[in-house]
């Protein structure tokens, strides 16, 4: 199953849904992202049926109302990336730097859409002042326009009339969902353990992060989070305390770009944790996921509870 994805994100987990998705209950009333990033597991559940409905939030708000656009006006955010899109032009780094000016000036969010179609691999970079830092890949042109339109179009398909769209803080996202949701958690890893990180215009706090989940786990809400992992031996990300009673998944994710250039065999495995009550209702028990055995791949409530909704 194709599983259209309009832009190239850093980090999204488009390859590793699949695996993902094989800890989700078969049926779901809503699937929540406080981190939503690209939105690749949500789409993923929808293209699957896996869920009724979807709430996407992301802290960084010209993304979060980019996600808004394509899922509720996906003609018109094709015909502005049109408008916008340089193929072969002699001037089109020029301008690329001209629309990131643009876009560091008025935080358009249609804007934002060619930067992550033209950036390098997709990598979002800000600076110290939040402003959008990332040159352009030189050797590919970003997404063709008719490409883009199909996945656009594709995605609001699957997602409009049942997805809200939220530029929160995670902590107020998670304080309003209902024991009838799964929670998908896929945050910053470094920005969790309380350092700078120029992928993410805000990081989170470690423990802060920890106290939310202990919250989840009183109200019996149930949850995934994709949060730390390691390379070949080496671990990485700080680990989540025991208390929390979570069950680990790995996933082989590959060989890392950096083991591949070096010519090691290192291959990198993500992190799944599973929360007590959604690891008991699927009778989740910890394993690793080796390539070779797993499978690769209306608003319905007030605005008000949720704030500000992109349309």
């Known amino acids: 199953m194709r599983i259209p994805q309009p832009f190239q994100y850093q980090g999204s987990k488009r390859a590793l849904a699949a695996t993902i998705l094989q800890y989700l209950p078969p049926r779901v009333h809503r699937v929540v992202e406080p981190f939503a990033g690209s939105s690749a597991f949500s789409i993923a559940c929808a293209a699957r049926g896996r869920s009724k409905e979807f709430w996407l939030n992301d802290y960084n708000k010209p993304l979060a109302e980019l996600l808004g656009l394509i899922i509720n006006q996906p003609e018109n955010i094709s015909d502005f990336y049109k408008a916008?899109?340089?193929?072969?032009?002699?001037d089109a780094l020029e301008h690329y730097y001209r629309v990131r000016e643009d876009f560091n000036r008025?935080?358009?969010?249609?804007?934002?859409?060619?930067?992550?179609?033209?950036?390098?691999?997709?990598?979002?970079?800000?600076?110290?002042?939040?402003?959008?830092?990332?040159?352009?890949?030189?050797?590919?042109?970003?997404?063709?326009?008719?490409?883009m339109k199909e996945n656009i179009l594709a995605v609001s398909a699957l997602m409009r009339g049942k997805t809200?769209?939220?530029?929160?803080?995670?902590?107020?996202?998670?304080?309003?969902?209902?024991?009838?949701?799964?929670?998908?958690?896929?945050p910053p890893y470094q920005g969790v353990c309380g350092e700078r990180d120029s992928r993410y215009l805000s990081g989170i706090v470690f423990d802060d992060f920890v106290a939310a989940l202990d919250q989840l786990n009183q109200r019996s809400v149930r949850y995934m989070i994709s949060y730390d992992g390691r390379l070949g031996d080496q671990t990485y990300g700080q680990p989540l305390p025991d208390y929390l009673g979570l069950t680990?998944?790995?996933i082989e994710a590959g060989r890392s770009s950096q083991a591949t250039l070096l010519g090691r065999q290192d291959v990198t495995f993500e992190s799944l944790y599973l929360s007590e009550a959604l690891a008991e209702e699927v009778g989740a028990r910890p394993r690793t996921h080796h390539r070779n055995s797993s499978t690769q791949m209306t608003l319905l409530e007030s605005p008000s509870r949720y704030g500000k909704i992109f349309t």
């Open 84 to 90: 916008t899109w340089r193929g072969e032009d002699e």
């Open 106 to 147: 008025t935080g358009d969010a249609r804007l934002l859409l060619y930067l992550l179609a033209r950036c390098v691999k997709g990598s979002v970079r800000y600076n110290s002042e939040g402003l959008f830092n990332q040159s352009p890949d030189k050797r590919r042109l970003g997404t063709r326009p008719d490409t």
């Open 164 to 186: 809200i769209v939220t530029a929160q803080d995670y902590r107020d996202v998670l304080a309003n969902c209902r024991d009838t949701d799964v929670v998908y958690m896929d």
């Open 248 to 250: 680990l998944v790995e």
